[in-house]
């Protein structure tokens, strides 16, 4: 029973004192393995670490971003995603860069997998697929001595908002795309393999009708046939005009100032935010980084950009500074950025530092209650010992009594007054327990 006690006490106290920490900092991409061109997809980036700053790119180009400098207290969750639209054929590379920082050791990941997704043609109602098997057939003689005279297609269409239906017999079609598609491509198959076909290729789209012409010239080099496309582009709507009117008025008020119309930092935000007429800004860098990925855009055409103090970002208090010269060099705007660099890692040693001390804290306190219960069950063992002994028989020792001593007492009165001449004896022992 005792040895139980101490069994359940021992493992209370290891619980107690147990800190779990998640020492598994990481981040992965998660997304489709294929899609189709001109279909938006969804590239999402899960993980977890205590610091982080990571970049989500496609082919080389950012499409998202998160960051997290100030906490401290162990490892959170990351999660953040971007989409992104491919409008051709072929494999999209998904890369992740940055950096994720572990809370239980300062440890710093810098290197994440990849992931590719294969972009497939766009399958409107199988447009694409739509080769007719059993296409026209055109008299041609098969002699090696004459050239073919076969002048038809065996597919035709665009991308995006393809049309259905195409059969090598019928050399018009028409199709509505919405206002927002500027431009397609039109693409075209051979009937045979001796054809030349012109026409094909990326058409610009103006509001309403337009018409492309994709002309197939046969083998022979005589024989040809045209195929026309009736493309309608829908007229823009009065939210979409209105819209257009404001991003113009803000792009012709933001050229009013000669200066930067653009200033960012990947995956930093500028204090305070950036406008064309503020010239100092400050950022607090809690990354080992040596530069920036700094991105400048003047407001005047052909201005020139130069940029100063961003190498060797040393600890401390950096400046960097961006002077913006138009083309003549006649006037002249400096932006300045203040950058200071405090490492994070500094920050996570404390912590863990103030984590060591409080395991300690928690040892000695688990250490001491481990003494008091022991003393507690060692003094509850001694008590239950005591009462299996008391439970051993008495023996009467009153038939050793003297009672000589009591000849010459006759009357209960002389009685007492003996009791009181013989303080010792005054009473009569009931009995004596002996072990």
Known sequence: MTKKIVSIIFAIIIVFNIKNYSNAANASIQCDSTVEANTPVNISVSGSAVQWNLNLKVNGTTIASSNEFENVQGNKAISFSGTYKPTSEGNLTITLEGSVTEASDGSTIRNFNSKTINVTKVSSNGSESNINSNSETENSTNSTDTKSNIATLSNLGIRPNDFSGFTPSKTSYSVTVPNDVESVEVYANKGHSGQTISGTGTKKLAEGANTVNVTVTAEDEETTKTYTINITRDAKKEDDEEEEKEEQEE????STTFGLKELTIDGINLQPE?????????????????????????????????????????????????????????????????????????????????????????????????????????VIVKKRKKDD???????????????????????????????????KKKKRSKGKRYK
């Open 389 to 423: 002994d008391s439970s051993m028989p008495y023996y009467n020792i009153m038939d050793n009594f003297d009672s000589d001593e009591f000849d010459d007492v006759e009357q209960e009165d002389e009685v007492e007054d003996f009791y009181e001449e013989t303080p």
């Open 251 to 254: 792009e012709e008020t933001t």
């Open 274 to 378: 950036f406008q064309a007429d503020v010239y100092e800004y400050k950022i607090e860098l809690k990354e080992d980084l040596q530069k920036l990925d700094l991105t400048a855009l003047a407001t005047e055409e052909g201005a020139n950009i130069e940029i100063t103090g961003n190498e060797n970002l040393q600890e401390g208090e950096n400046i960097i500074t961006i002077i913006v010269k138009n083309k003549d060099d006649e006037e002249t705007i400096a932006y300045q950025i203040i950058v200071n660099k405090v490492l994070a890692s500094e920050e996570i040693v404390e912590n863990q530092a103030g984590q060591e001390q409080n395991t300690i804290l928690y040892a000695v306190i688990g250490g001491v209650s481990l003494v008091i219960i022991i003393v507690i069950i060692v």
